[in-house]
């Protein structure tokens, strides 16, 4: 089935704290999954993205893991700020449907200051 | 330039309405994209543009209507909406391919129909 399930479905951590966001799938017909950010009236913007072949992808505080054989994926955002304060959604493209992506249903994540 | 510019940012219409939203980008992006997105929801994939011509439809009613005039214009005419059509309308674009996945939002337009 071509779903991304995604928890939690809000989080608040303490300024300075790691956020994480988890993702899992359950079919192998995605190839690659992004991360994106979105703010209270922005439209959503690619945050970090990884392939199912690296373990772990890391840009400034934002890391993400991937498990395989798990088919389960994070995102950990370290020494969290109140500017990462937005709604999260991890995402998985359809392999051999370049242009489709599936979104996950979103984490809204507050840091407080 | 990595903009993706959307008009109108906010559009009230009436159920018998005609009306278009336009996006527009300059980045070479050879892909478009119209989603939906209700409140406290992920977007939802309406239409996708691939070198000018329509690669996918998710079954969207035929009140949605959309236009790839050229590789840089996605419009989405709108015509007899019905309320629960109300939502934020975002655009987005990316390049074909392997890259697809590195799709670039613009800020949506706010649809409210009455």
């Known amino acids: 089935q071509q779903q991304v399930k995604q928890s939690p479905q809000s989080l608040i951590v303490q300024k300075g704290g790691i956020s994480i966001i988890n993702c899992a799938y359950e079919?192998?017909?995605?190839?690659?999954f992004p991360w994106y950010q979105q703010f209270p009236g922005k439209g959503p913007a690619l945050l970090i993205a990884?392939?199912?072949?690296?373990s772990e992808k890391k840009e400034g505080r934002f890391t993400i893991s991937f498990n395989k054989s798990a088919k389960q994926f994070s995102l950990h955002i370290m020494d969290s700020q109140p500017g990462d304060s937005a709604t999260y959604f991890c995402?998985?493209?359809?392999?051999?449907?370049?242009?489709?992506?599936?979104f996950g249903k979103g984490t809204r994540l507050h840091i407080l200051p | 330039d990595t903009e993706v510019t959307q008009t109108p940012k906010h559009l009230v219409m009436g159920m018998t309405n005609k009306k278009s939203l336009k996006c527009e980008q300059h980045?070479?992006?050879?892909?478009m994209y119209w989603y939906k997105q209700k409140a406290k929801k992920p977007p939802e994939l309406m239409f996708v543009?691939?070198?000018?011509?329509?690669?996918i439809n998710e079954s969207v009613p035929s009140r949605f209507s959309p236009e790839c005039p050229n590789s840089s214009l996605l419009n989405l005419h709108l015509h007899a909406l019905q309320p629960e059509d109300s939502a934020l309308y975002l655009c987005?674009?990316?390049?074909?391919?392997?890259?697809?996945?590195?799709?670039?939002f613009g800020p949506g337009t706010r649809l409210t129909v009455t």
């Open positions: 987005a674009s990316s390049q074909a391919g392997e890259l697809a996945y590195e799709q670039y």
């Open positions: 079919n192998t017909a995605f190839d690659y």
């Open positions: 990884i392939r199912p072949d690296v």
């Open positions: 995402a998985a493209r359809v392999r051999n449907r370049d242009d489709k992506i599936i």
């Open positions: 980045m070479g992006h050879r892909a």
């Open positions: 543009y691939s070198y000018e011509k329509l690669s």
